[in-house]
């Protein structure tokens, strides 16, 4: 089976059975119009702007706010389009900021557009009837998965944090913080999988603990404390840093703010269930 077919089917596979992948490749034909995240770095005109207009759509003129839940959306997009095929499947997309855009509707981040200039396949993850692969496009190393995690975390979201805190004034801490949640997060779901959690737990290490990258290490953004507060009482993530959604107009704190109490956390993520 030849390797874009093998890519094509993994991931439809994994769409079918309800995976949250939202990307699609530069070269599908109906994709839409996006905004690459090279010339975000590059283009400080363009970057305020950018969070100028998402400022206006959350009814605000609070620009750190605007940047941290730019970042945040970001974030969680490119990390489900990356992580997920990777710690499930075995299928690695490089999404450095050369050749990674994001799509917006109403000024936020919705999707993202991945060049895919390279796909590569560890064989040891994939599907028993998935392993007839042509010798010599399947890598199955540590190196293969950490050439992936370095493309999405040293040159692309990193550059893009530093960027922003140069920008806006907004804390690395808080951005590293959105990253950090949302890997706790993900991971949360994938290593309780009864089919993928073997490879999800082996790739949790690495990017709890920042291997491979150069991240600081994102499994200090946040801790998991028991909740008494909840029926039933379990474990849930608190992060270290606010993400600062509580300061647009109307809006409360999320669940895992590290600035509201047991209390306030119970009664938010009893809300949030209903």
Known sequence: MKTVETKIELLTRLRTEGMR????????????EGIA???????????????????KQ?????????????????????????????????????????????????????????????????????????????PGLVREDVATVQRVLKAVFDQTLGPLIYRIAAEFNLSPKVMWGNVGNFVGYLYGELCEHPTYQQAAIVDREYVFNSVG???PKLGDTFQEVWLEEISPARKVRVRNSCCLWNQFPGNRSCTTCPLVCNAERAELLSAYKA
């Open 213 to 215: 990258f150069t991240a």
């Open 21 to 32: 992948l939202p990307f699609q490749f530069a070269q599908e034909q109906d994709r839409p």
């Open 58 to 134: 959350m009814n605000s003129g609070n620009l750190v706010a605007a940047a941290s839940l730019f970042q945040k959306r970001l974030a969680s997009l490119l990390l489900a389009s990356v992580l997920t095929p990777l710690s499930t499947v075995g299928l690695g997309l490089l999404a450095d900021a050369d050749s990674t855009e994001i799509v917006l509707v109403d000024n936020l981040p919705v999707s993202v557009i991945l060049c895919d200039r390279e796909s590569l396949l560890l064989v040891n993850r994939l599907p028993q009837d998935w392993q007839n692969l042509e």
């Open 37 to 55: 995240i090279g010339q975000l770095l590059q283009d400080s005109a363009l970057l305020r702007a950018t969070m100028e207009n998402v400022a």
